[in-house]
């Protein structure tokens, strides 16, 4: 299995990506990490070009919402029904009610929705998912 | 008309900024109240200065969180400058400005400085009459600083390597350095007006894991480049490491060596100021767990002997902090420094030689590397891998250096990478440390992470 | 049949008192869990046991408060008994018991013991299967420590000195020797059945400006009190002074000297630990601020590599606290505990030499008195006044030593009364006091009374 | 002029009351000073026999109002007029809300009360008091 992953916006928070990867690569995915600093639009790029069956998009920095908006209209230019799109981190600016985080998320086309849960936990979910799909 | 002043007068003609009155400003800092400068307060007051971080998009809201401050009994007010504003980015940043005062929500995180202007900005500052530290993680600040020193801002943090390694994923490393150098030669300048302007280095970096060499060795290094430029007031820093003895080592190298190395380089007058950073790794997300990691911290800088202390709050692991958790973590901290008494002189000779060592190690093959400027041979080092820090997104850093903490929590240099310290500092480093029967690094490392979860 | 179970049999006797059987208690402590005896987990545990105070009127509210404490991984359970049976008065303690069961009010600040009976509160201890401490405060403690061994509780803290001159005005001291003797005895009888019953000494006095070589002093004598009737397993104690470096000083010396008497005196084969009380003064009325103050007691503790810590509330100032706030503060403690790591040993040389000086000063001249027996020795010498405590509400109490604080907080003598320390050492105590011109002793005091408010 | 001080009931807490003591004499007052554990029936004997001016009650230990309920019994059995009853420290078990609190020790027959209030204060209030009534 593929997975694209990499912190999106002005974000520079590398530390989870890094701990990502390390644990995708463990549990067996092929991974490809985009790194901080990434757009929707090259991660989306990233997807369709290496074929992924998973984008794994961190935030931390609060500003999500903002760079993940726009999510619903690029999927609808591409087919990406085989893929699973997901998102973790520290998802709002202050502290945040995740009961209204979450719903937000995946109104924006997110399959599953993680605010300051922990990676590994995440991840359990997504292979959890995986199997369910398959 | 010198080079330099040509280059202001360009840098600050921008469509976002109202004109700039140079004389007017000479002028202001030339009369200014003392006690706007830190540098100044580091030589009259006898305790550690206490100084949280904090800003908001809004002048009242920025107003209301120092007058909070002050209640808590604040010795130093911070600016946060937002991130569009960092980027350069002022379009967005008056953009979100407008909304956010329209909306009454924070569309930004930070306060942006270069859209409300010098002479907006500077009411706030005289009126509150503190020192405020400039806080951002811009690799282009020469703006931004031009703006602070003439609202009353006088301390200016950050550095070529501080504000990039840790900040940025590409931003051109040979730009940022030249871009610090505007920003050293105008602090220089001003400097002579009236109380000297004071700099300050990060040196909690990507605040995971960083090895006390490598801190060590870029604090020095930004001071020296500081000073070169005529700066006469800098702040070196470190945060706690998680570890109570390695930060009293730390704190004892760093004062021993940043003296030592500013009088080699014939910086005589230079006056050297230590500055400890609260825990600035992962936060728990208990916030009394939070509370107990901000005195034990507190207790910590004590021992260290900082100078100045800058604070985290209950919220950290949360998000951006609310004005009154940032002022309880103030009136706490200053609450627990003011009864603290007794606090012992604590040394460790065998580990403050080991580091010393490391640090003059690296620093000598800075100093030989080959080039005709001090900014290009730290250039060189960085791209060379001489100077790498660990979790940094930086496309120009070498990201060989692996650090896990030892049994007393203390960070060793488990693979060293390119960095050009002696087979007997490594051994040292290696002989601390012990991987239980199986355990595998990358486990050892997420612990050792998230020790204060 | 030995005096001594004559004597036990008339002191269980007691119409507020369910038939004591000294075959099932001898059966129940024979056989009871290993879990339940401090004396064992001091040797297995590899951290400092987390303490807290507490205690309730009613089964059901000690049975939360022991569940709250549990869930915030409480090492060592307290019962802290209420102040009417503290003074032997049963029939009080029997009326107020019920009026706090029926009305769902607390008419008692603590545990009737005696009322409630062995039968029922060992079913408590035995079902959170965890070491439980007797915090009292009696002088006459013979029948509260029957009940309490009986029940399952294997630390008793107290000594006829500590519950006396701090917590009484005119209770005799003669008695309180021979009452205390009897206990010492009981325990000493027990802890031949399964492991030792522990036994710990009130360091903290009258928590008020306490001078480091009384309070070793008179741990020191309890400890030999207790050890010379067979107790196997004692703890010293001593509380926070409001200095880091003369909580360790203090600590070092006691370490050192608790073992070497006891060896002096043939106890060669008796463990010694150490426990740490979180600071036992006035708190300040702020709970942040005793937040952290607790914190910082913590990490003192840490720092004195104490063997147990007793812990306070964010509640002290105000009353009795909260059973969520006391175990919030346990939570905290263990909190800070776990990720403190690289404590220093530290040590100061001429300080512990002084200190070690005067305690073997004052020994040297309790152990010279005519008398038969140690108690009288001891005794005598509080007659005299070679010993007594600062604001010690007892009559017998010379009050004639008066100490302030230094410049680093350290508690000195600034009068010694008839304190048996040579001149070299009371000079050395004399050096340290300064003393600003003018500044009245009595204002001095208070504001040293006061340093955490 | 005279004052009667002590602390009531089975308390112990000592601190307070040499403070008080000391406190009291630099104000030029005559002081006897009963120390702690003192009942109320004492507080009395004292105050009849020194002629005092000022009954002054210390309690921290939370049980005041156990001790001081019968004050007005005492006081109707006597000629009190002239004598100002003051009491202060921590006068309830737990944390006690001081607008109850004041009212109840007053209707025992304090003149004066004071939950948690630093000594100093206190002293101030009853100069101005004594001044007052003069
Ligand atoms: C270290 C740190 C930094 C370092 C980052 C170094 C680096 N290059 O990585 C430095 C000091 C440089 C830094 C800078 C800034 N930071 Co910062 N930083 C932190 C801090 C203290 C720890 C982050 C960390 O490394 N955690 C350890 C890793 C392992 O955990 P994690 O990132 O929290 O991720 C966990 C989970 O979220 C999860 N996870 C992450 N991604 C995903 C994805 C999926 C799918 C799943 C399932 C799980 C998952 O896995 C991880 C482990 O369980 C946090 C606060 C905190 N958490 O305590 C603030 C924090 C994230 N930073 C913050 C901010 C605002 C900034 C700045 C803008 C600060 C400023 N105003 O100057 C800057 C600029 C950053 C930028 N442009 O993005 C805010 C974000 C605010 C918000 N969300 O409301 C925080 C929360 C602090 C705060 N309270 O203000 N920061
Ligand atoms: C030191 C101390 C002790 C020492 C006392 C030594 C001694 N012999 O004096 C020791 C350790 C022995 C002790 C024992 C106990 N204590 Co105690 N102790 C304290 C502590 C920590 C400080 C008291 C002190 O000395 N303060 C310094 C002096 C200068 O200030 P103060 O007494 O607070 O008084 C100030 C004001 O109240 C005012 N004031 C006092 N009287 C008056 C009178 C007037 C007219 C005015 C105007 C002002 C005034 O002046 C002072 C300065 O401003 C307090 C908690 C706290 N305050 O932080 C608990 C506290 C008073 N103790 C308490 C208790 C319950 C006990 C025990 C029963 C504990 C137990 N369960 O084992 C025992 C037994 C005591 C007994 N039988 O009375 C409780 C009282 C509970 C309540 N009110 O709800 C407290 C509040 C702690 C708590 N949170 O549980 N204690």
Known sequence: ?134 | MSLLQRERDIIVRNEYVDRFDFDEIEEFIRGASKDLFISRTFKTADKMLVQPRGGFPTYEKVFALYKDFKEAGVDVLPLTIDSNTRLNDYATAKKMLALSEENDVDMLNGYPLITHGYRTTRKMITHFNTPVSLRHGTPDARLLIETALASGIFEIEGGPITYLLPYSKNFPMDKAFLYWKYVERVCAKYSKLNEPINRESFGPLSATLQPPAIVIVIQILEMLLSLEEGVKSFSVSFSQSGSMIQDIVTSNVIKKLSRKYADRFGHTDAMIHLVYHQWMGAFPYNKEYSDSLITTSTVIAAMVGADKIITKTRNEAFGIPTKEANAMAVACVQYTLGMLGGIPKVEDKEEEENLTNEVDEILEAVFNEEADTLWRQVFNAIKKGYIEIPFSPHIINANEVITIRDPQSNIRILKKGKLPISDKSFAFERSKIKLAQGERVVDKIIQDIGIML
């Open chain 1, 1 to 134: 299995m593929k997975v694209v992953i990499g912190v999106v916006g002005n974000d520079v928070h590398v530390v989870a990506n890094r701990l990502i990867d390390i644990s995708l690569e463990e549990r067996g995915f092929e991974v490809f990490n985009l790194g901080v600093n990434t757009y929707l639009e090259e991660f989306m790029d990233a997807v369709i070009e290496t074929d992924a069956d998973v984008l794994l998009i961190s935030s931390l920095n609060g500003e999500a919402e903002g760079w993940c908006r726009d999510l619903r209209i690029l999927k609808s230019q591409y087919d990406f029904k085989n893929v699973t799109f997901m998102i973790g981190g520290n998802l709002g600016v202050g502290e945040m009610d995740p009961q209204l985080l979450v719903p937000k998320f995946e109104a924006y086309g997110f399959d599953l929705v993680f605010h300051q849960i922990d990676l590994n936990v995440g991840l359990d979910r997504l292979e959890a998912f995986l199997e369910a799909r398959a």
